[in-house]
C-alpha cells in the first residue's frame, strides 16, 4: 500500500521542535545505562513506538547536522540504520553480556510473554 | 423519602464510572430505569457504592442527548439532522476521501475507556483492517498508558498484581498520587476497613487529601510532595532500603535479575538521592522519607495503590517503574496484601489497554512489529496488516498541525476538553478535513465534526468491561439503545460501508474473537461470565475461572524473573518562574466524574456546582485575594477564570483544582508536556499565576496603554 501524501503544508510529521524534545527526554531516561546499552535502549524506543515517518524525520534531521540533539541520542538513533531485530522489548536495554547473565534459554529481544 | 415506583424489570450490570468495576442490580419500570442498586454478588464491591454509580445514571435521559446522526459539510455549517445509512454512508466517504486525496496514513480512530472491549476492540480493528494503517489510539495514552509501559518494563505485565480483597491482607498501604476515597470511594471504603484494623498508611501527594485525613483514617506518614519530584522521592525512599539493607535478598535472588538489582542499587543507593538531598528539594522532611522507607521494606505485607499523581508526569513511565523497583526489591509482590496496584479512573481503562486500542500492540500488549504476532491476527482478519507503529493521539494532533493528518473517528471522547493544551488542539481539529464524532452528546469536540453519530450508553448495550483488578465483568444492555444501535453495532456499520465485510449476532461474538486472539483472555465468553459472575484475567485453560493474584510463582518475562529499570531523576522542563510562581496541580472529587459530561448532566452538580481553585491563605494575601473571588489563572499556555477557595490542604507554592466543569476551561492553562516514553500528558504539573481578575484586566489596559505611549514615542 501507497503511503503517497501529496498535499503536506510541512515536510516532516510532527513539529521538528517536538520531535527533538521527544528523541532527548528518551535519550534523558537512557543516560544512567553503559554507553552500549543506552544507544541500544533508545534504538528499541523509537523502533518500537515511533510511527515510521517521525523516524525517517529524525534520521534526516541527523543527516542535516542533528542541531540540538543530544550526543547518545545521536548514537541511538543510527543503530536504526543497521536494521536489528524490528521486534520490540519490554524491560531494561540488552547487550550481549546482560543477555547472556540473563541467561534464560530463548531469551530474545522480546524478554516478555504475551499477556 | 422512598422511591414510589415500583420497578417492575431488573439486571444486573456494571457501574461505567471508575475502575472499581461495582455491580448494579439495575431496575426498570416501563423500560426506563428507576434505581440503582447495588450487587451484592458484585466481587468487587460486595453491595456497596458510591454516590456517583447508586444516583448519578439519568445522564442517559437527559434531554442533551441527541439521538438522530447529524451531517454537514463544514464546521461553520449547521447539523443536518440524517437517517443511519445516510450518515453512516457519508462517514465512510469521507474517510476514504481524505485517504484517497492525503493517503493511507492521514487518518486515525481513537476509543474511549467508557465503551466495552468488545467496542474497544472492534475500534482498534477498524483503524488496523480497514483503514489499514496503526493510527489507533485510546483514552488512557492521557492516563495510564505509563503504567503499561512502566510495568511491563519491570513485572511484565502492565495490570494491578492484586484483587481489591487483597488490601485486605496488607499492613502496611502506600498511597501514591491518589485519593482513593474521592476517586474509587469504593475501594476506599476497604482501604479505610483495613486501616481501622490497624494497618499502616504512607501517602504521597502534594497535597491533604482526603485520603491524608479523614473521619475513619490518618495517614502514619504524609509526603506532600512538590508537584514533579515523584521519581526524585520514590528514589529516595528505595535509597534508604538499599543503604539500610532493607531489601528482601532471598526474594531478589529467586525471583528477579540479580545482576539489574546490583545496578538499580547502585543508582539509587548514591549519595544524590539520600533523604537528606531530595527532601529539600521536594519540600519535605528527610526524616519522613526514611519513616516511610523503613515502614514499606518492614511490611510484613505492603501494598502500593497509585493514580494519575504518578503517571501525568514527564517522567510518568519512570514513577511507575520506581515503583516496580521498590516492591521486587523488597519482596513485596506475588502474594496476598501485597502488589503493585494502578488505581484505573475510567470503567474499563485496563480493557482499553487490554485490547489493542494502541498505535503499537495488539490486544495482550504484543507488538504490531512482531511478525508472528501480526500473522495470527492477519489469518483471523483476512487482510495484510501495517507492520509500522502509528501515531499517538497527541502526535495525531500534532501531524494535524503539519498537514499529515486529515481525519479522524473519535469514539466517546472529547479530546478538546479532556487534552492538554486546549488551544493547539482546537487549531489541529480545525486543520483536518474530516471528522466523525461518536458520543451521547454534542461536546466540546462536536464544534470541529462533520458527522455525529448519536452512540449509547453503558445501559443500552452488551458487553464486558475489564476493571482495575483485571476483572472482566459483564455489561448488560437494560433498556433499548435510545438512537437505534449499540456502540459496537455502529462500529460494524462503518466497517461494512467502508468495504470490509463484518458480521457479528451479538456482542458475545466479539468477546470469542478476542478470546481466540489475546492469550490473557483465552478462556472468557459470555457463557463462563453469565456463569460464574465475573473472572480476573489471565483466564485459560490452567485458571479456568481467572487469577486473582499475578507473579505468585514467576514473572510473565522471557526468563520469569521480575526486573529492575534504572531510574533517574529528570527533573520537567516545567519551570516555576518570576512570571509564574506557582505550581497547578489538578484532582477530582467524590460527586463529579472527569469532565463531567455525565455527572453534570445528573443531580450530583447539587455538590459540586462549579471548580473552584485551591489556594493557600499565605499566596492568597500575597495577591490580595479574597476567598471565594474570582481570579485569573495563567500559564504560558493560555488562561482561565475560577474562584478561589482558601484551603490548607495545600501549601504554599501549591495550587490545586478539579476539571469537572467545562467553563472553567482548565485545560486551557495545562502544559504541553509529556512522558517521555508514551507521551501521557503533564498535567500534573503547571507554573502559573494567580491574579485578582480586577487587577488582571487593569494589568492589561495598563499595558495597552504602555503600547501606545511606545507607539506614539
Redesign the interface.
Known amino acids: 500500500m501507497s503511503t503517497g501524501s501529496p498535499d503536506h503544508d510541512d515536510k516532516t510529521v510532527l513539529g521538528m521542535d517536538r520531535l527533538i524534545t521527544m528523541a532527548n527526554q528518551i535519550g534523558d531516561f537512557f543516560a544512567p545505562y553503559p554507553p552500549e546499552r543506552r544507544a541500544e535502549g533508545i534504538r528499541n524506543h523509537l523502533r518500537t513506538y515511533w510511527d515510521p515517518r517521525m523516524r525517517a524525520d529524525l534520521l534526516d534531521y541527523i543527516a542535516a547536522g542533528g542541531d540540538g540533539l543530544k550526543p547518545f541520542v545521536v548514537e541511538g538513533a543510527l543503530l536504526l540504520k543497521s536494521g536489528a531485530d524490528p521486534t520490540g522489548y519490554y524491560g531494561p536495554p540488552q547487550d550481549a553480556e546482560t543477555r547472556r547473565i540473563a541467561g534464560a534459554a530463548g531469551l530474545t529481544r522480546r524478554g516478555h510473554n504475551p499477556a | 423519602m422512598a422511591n414510589p415506583i415500583k420497578p417492575d424489570n431488573s439486571v444486573v450490570t456494571t457501574c461505567a464510572y471508575c475502575g472499581v468495576g461495582c455491580g448494579f442490580k439495575a431496575e426498570t419500570y416501563e423500560g426506563r430505569v428507576v434505581r440503582m442498586i447495588p450487587w451484592k454478588e458484585g466481587k468487587a464491591n460486595h453491595g456497596h457504592s458510591c454516590i456517583k454509580g447508586r444516583f448519578a445514571f439519568d445522564y442517559y435521559i437527559s434531554p442533551e442527548r441527541v439521538l438522530t446522526p447529524l451531517i454537514r459539510t463544514t464546521i461553520d455549517e449547521p447539523w443536518r439532522s440524517v437517517g443511519w445509512p445516510e450518515a453512516i454512508e457519508y462517514a465512510a466517504k469521507g474517510l476514504r476521501r481524505v485517504q484517497e486525496?492525503?493517503?493511507?496514513?492521514?487518518v486515525g480512530a481513537v476509543s474511549s475507556s467508557r465503551c466495552t472491549n468488545e467496542e474497544i476492540f472492534l475500534t482498534q480493528k477498524f483503524a488496523r483492517a480497514v483503514l489499514?494503517n496503526n493510527n489507533i489510539d485510546n483514552c488512557a495514552r492521557i492516563c495510564h498508558s505509563p503504567t503499561q509501559?512502566g510495568l511491563?518494563?519491570?513485572v511484565?505485565?502492565?495490570?494491578a498484581s492484586q484483587h481489591f480483597d487483597s488490601i485486605l491482607q496488607a499492613d502496611v498501604i502506600m498511597v501514591v498520587g491518589a485519593n482513593p476515597t474521592e476517586g474509587h470511594p469504593v475501594f476506599g471504603s476497604l482501604m479505610k476497613r483495613r486501616i481501622r484494623q490497624g494497618a499502616k498508611l504512607i501517602v504521597l501527594d502534594p497535597r491533604q487529601t482526603e485520603s491524608v485525613k479523614s473521619p475513619h483514617l490518618k495517614a502514619d506518614v504524609h509526603l506532600p510532595l512538590r508537584p514533579g519530584t515523584n521519581v526524585a522521592v520514590l528514589d529516595s525512599i528505595s535509597h534508604v532500603v538499599v543503604r539500610e539493607n532493607l531489601y528482601a535478598e532471598d526474594f531478589i535472588r529467586a525471583r528477579c535479575?540479580w545482576?539489574?538489582f546490583e545496578n538499580w542499587a547502585a543508582?539509587v543507593g548514591s549519595d544524590q538521592y539520600a533523604p537528606e538531598v531530595i527532601g529539600p528539594l521536594a519540600g519535605i522532611d528527610p526524616q519522613d522519607i526514611r519513616k516511610a522507607a523503613r515502614l514499606y521494606a518492614g511490611g510484613p505485607n505492603s501494598a502500593i495503590y497509585y493514580g494519575l499523581g504518578v503517571t501525568e508526569h514527564?517522567?510518568g513511565?519512570?514513577g511507575v517503574m520506581c515503583l516496580g523497583n521498590l516492591a521486587l526489591a523488597c519482596g513485596m509482590l506475588g502474594r496476598e496484601g501485597v502488589g503493585v496496584n494502578p488505581l484505573r479512573g475510567q470503567g474499563n481503562v485496563q480493557g482499553g489497554s487490554?485490547l489493542g486500542s494502541w498505535?503499537?500492540v495488539f490486544s495482550?500488549?504484543?507488538?504490531v512489529?512482531?511478525?508472528a504476532?501480526r500473522a495470527s491476527f492477519e489469518k483471523d482478519w483476512g487482510v495484510t496488516l501495517?507492520?509500522?507503529?502509528?501515531?499517538r493521539l497527541p502526535?495525531m494532533f500534532?501531524?494535524a498541525?503539519?498537514?499529515?493528518f486529515r481525519g479522524m473517528y473519535i469514539m466517546g471522547e472529547d479530546p478538546v476538553q479532556s487534552d492538554p493544551n486546549q488551544n493547539h488542539i482546537v487549531e489541529a481539529m480545525r486543520r483536518m478535513e474530516f471528522v466523525i464524532l461518536h458520543d451521547l452528546f454534542l461536546n466540546e469536540t462536536s464544534k470541529y465534526a462533520h458527522v455525529f453519530l448519536p452512540g449509547s450508553s453503558s445501559l443500552e448495550k452488551d458487553g464486558t468491561f475489564t476493571s482495575a483488578e483485571r476483572r472482566v465483568n459483564r455489561v448488560r444492555k437494560v433498556v433499548e439503545p435510545m438512537a437505534g444501535y449499540q456502540d459496537w453495532e455502529i462500529v460494524v456499520m462503518l466497517m461494512n460501508a467502508m468495504g470490509y465485510p463484518a458480521e457479528y449476532s451479538n456482542a458475545g461474538e466479539i468477546l470469542d474473537e478476542i478470546a481466540r486472539l489475546?492469550?490473557?483472555y483465552q478462556g472468557l465468553s459470555f457463557a463462563l461470565l453469565d456463569r460464574v459472575g465475573s473472572a480476573q484475567?489471565?483466564c485459560n485453560e490452567s485458571a479456568p475461572e481467572g487469577t486473582e493474584v499475578l507473579h505468585t510463582k514467576s514473572f510473565?518475562?522471557?526468563?520469569?524473573?521480575g526486573?529492575?529499570?534504572?531510574t533517574?531523576y529528570?527533573p520537567t522542563?516545567e519551570r516555576t518562574s518570576d512570571r509564574f510562581p506557582l505550581l497547578l496541580t489538578t484532582g477530582r472529587i467524590l460527586t463529579q466524574y472527569n469532565v463531567g459530561t455525565q455527572t453534570r448532566r445528573t443531580p450530583n452538580t447539587r455538590w459540586h456546582s462549579e471548580d473552584r481553585l485551591e489556594i493557600s491563605r499565605e499566596d492568597a494575601e500575597a495577591r490580595g485575594i479574597r476567598d471565594g473571588e474570582w481570579v485569573q489563572l495563567t500559564s504560558r499556555f493560555g488562561t482561565t477564570k475560577l474562584r478561589a477557595q482558601f484551603s490548607t490542604r495545600v501549601n504554599a507554592g501549591v495550587v490545586y483544582t478539579t476539571f469537572h466543569h467545562a467553563k472553567s476551561r482548565v485545560n486551557r492553562v495545562t502544559s504541553d508536556l509529556s512522558d517521555?516514553?508514551?507521551?501521557c500528558p503533564e498535567y500534573k504539573v503547571t507554573a502559573v499565576e494567580v491574579t485578582r481578575v480586577e487587577q488582571a484586566s487593569e494589568t492589561a489596559t495598563a499595558k495597552r496603554k504602555k503600547q501606545k505611549a511606545l507607539e506614539m514615542a
Open positions: 486525496k492525503f493517503g493511507r496514513t492521514s489499514g509501559f511491563s518494563a519491570t511484565g505485565w502492565g495490570a535479575e545482576h539489574e543508582l514527564s517522567q513511565s519512570t487490554c498505535p503499537h495482550g500488549y504484543r507488538f512489529t512482531d511478525d504476532v501495517d507492520s509500522e507503529p502509528g501515531l502526535n500534532d501531524a498541525l503539519t498537514g499529515h489475546s492469550p490473557a484475567w489471565p510473565p518475562r522471557a526468563n520469569g524473573r526486573t529492575f529499570m534504572l533517574e529528570v522542563a517521555w516514553a508514551t507521551n
